[in-house]
């Protein structure tokens, strides 16, 4: 059973990556979507996404990171793929899940699954052109307007030789919508031979075991989930080996979030470091309240240093609050 941590384009970058992969239960990351449009991308583009490429395609925990290309074209895209595993990445992944309007307007992500033969060509490619030992993967939903081309799509990525398939359990007409229709998952499984990782609508360990239920998949990947509760991909190792394990409390979230300051100071203009803290706090206050609370606190600060001495004072009330209140009590 292996526990990915998903790629979200603006929230999981490599500061991100760091501190949940730190928490342990993750398996492997991928990157936020590298945009192919015509020509082979210079190195920084890919050492930008993924700074992990300077020690061996990996966290500072060891976890591997994947580097994921989105685009239309098999040629290009198999030329990048190349480049990226030659600059070092632990494996390739693409992208044929993302939405967004400008992406598909540009021939990119959810829009190329009208188009199966297309999907393989791509995969087919990229495969022949990333050295055998580097593991190519795709992501995909169950289709664009509805799942009617699901197993014409993963049958041709199949064939492609890819090593992975990850299956978004919802259409790009359904958006973000809930309910993620595992169950469909199941459908793919049975028509190929190939791994794969059911994502979508995970939210907690028995989510995470109702998932494998329905999907029949052993690998879960973890998008919004593991960011409402960074012990989420932990949680769920131990609940699918049977064993209990305590959630993290608030007071043991708040170090994380300073952490996470302090990571985005150090790596970016560190004028701009409150901006990612703000939105992960509006990710951690749907499982923990006082993230709600610390949010409206925050939300207009812009002054880093500031921030800092906020989530420092409100460490320190917690511990306060801990030595009158026993954890027990
Ligand atoms: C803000 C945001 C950004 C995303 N960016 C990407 C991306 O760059 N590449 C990708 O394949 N999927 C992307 N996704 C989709 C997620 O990887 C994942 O498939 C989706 O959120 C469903 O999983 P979840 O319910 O566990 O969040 C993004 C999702 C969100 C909400």
Same mark, same amino acid.
């Given at each position: ?13 490599? &500061? ?7 928490l342990? +239960?993750?398996?492997?990351?991928? $990157?936020?979507?590298?945009?192919v &449009?015509e020509r082979l =991308?210079?190195?920084?583009?890919? /050492?930008? =996404?993924?700074?992990? =490429?300077?020690? +061996?395609?990996? $966290?500072?925990?060891g ?13 290009v ?6 480049r ?10 693409l @992208? ?5 309007? $400008?992406?598909? *307007?540009?021939? +990119? ?10 999907v ?18 795709v ?6 307007e509805?799942?009617?081309?699901f197993?014409?799509?993963?049958r ?13 359990? *919802? ?14 998952i199941?459908?793919?499984?049975e028509?190929?031979?190939? @791994?794969?990782?059911? @994502? ?7 989510? #995470? ?10 690998d ?6 593991a ?16 064993? #209990?394990?305590?959630? =993290? ?8 979030? /300073? /952490? !996470?300051?302090?990571?985005? *100071? ?8 409150? @901006? ?6 509006a990710?951690?206050r ?5 993230? #709600?609370?610390? !949010? ?5 600060m ?12 409100? #460490?320190?009330?917690? *511990? ?5 209140i026993?954890? $027990?009590?």
């Amino acid at each position: 059973m292996q526990v990915m941590l998903a790629p979200m384009e603006g929230v999981v970058d490599h &500061t991100m990556r760091e501190l949940l992969t730190s928490l342990g +239960g993750i398996d492997r990351c991928v $990157t936020e979507f590298v945009r192919v &449009t015509e020509r082979l =991308l210079p190195p920084r583009v890919f /050492q930008r =996404l993924c700074p992990e =490429l300077a020690h +061996g395609g990996t $966290t500072l925990s060891g976890v591997p990171v994947y580097i994921q290309l989105l685009g239309g074209q098999p040629v290009v895209l198999a030329d990048n793929a190349a480049r990226a595993a030659e600059l070092g990445a632990a494996g390739i992944d693409l @992208n044929f899940g993302c939405p967004a309007k $400008t992406v598909n *307007r540009s021939d +990119g992500g959810s829009i190329i699954l009208r188009e199966p033969q297309r999907v393989h060509a791509i995969a087919a490619a990229v495969r022949a052109a990333v050295p055998a030992h580097i593991p190519v993967t795709v992501k995909t939903r169950l289709g664009y307007e509805d799942e009617s081309l699901f197993l014409d799509i993963v049958r041709g990525i199949h064939a492609a030789g890819v090593n992975e398939l990850t299956v978004h359990a *919802r259409t790009k007409r359904h958006g973000y919508r809930p309910p993620a229709y595992w169950e469909e998952i199941a459908r793919a499984r049975e028509a190929v031979p190939l @791994n794969i990782i059911a @994502n979508g609508e995970i939210w907690s360990p028995a989510d #995470a075991l109702r998932c494998r239920e329905l999907s029949g998949c052993q690998d879960l990947m973890l998008g919004r989930g593991a960011l409402c509760r960074p012990d989420l991909p932990r949680l769920i190792a131990a609940a699918t080996t049977g064993q #209990a394990r305590d959630s =993290l409390r608030w007071p043991e979230v708040i170090p994380l979030v /300073q /952490q !996470f300051l302090e990571l985005n *100071r150090a790596h970016y203009d560190a004028r701009h470091a409150p @901006n990612p803290v703000k939105q992960w706090l509006a990710y951690l206050r749907a499982y923990f309240p006082e993230a #709600a609370l610390l !949010f409206e606190r925050v939300k207009r600060m812009r002054d880093p240093e500031q921030l800092a001495l906020e989530l420092r004072s409100m #460490a320190a009330q917690r *511990r306060q609050d801990e030595v009158r209140i026993p954890a $027990t009590a």
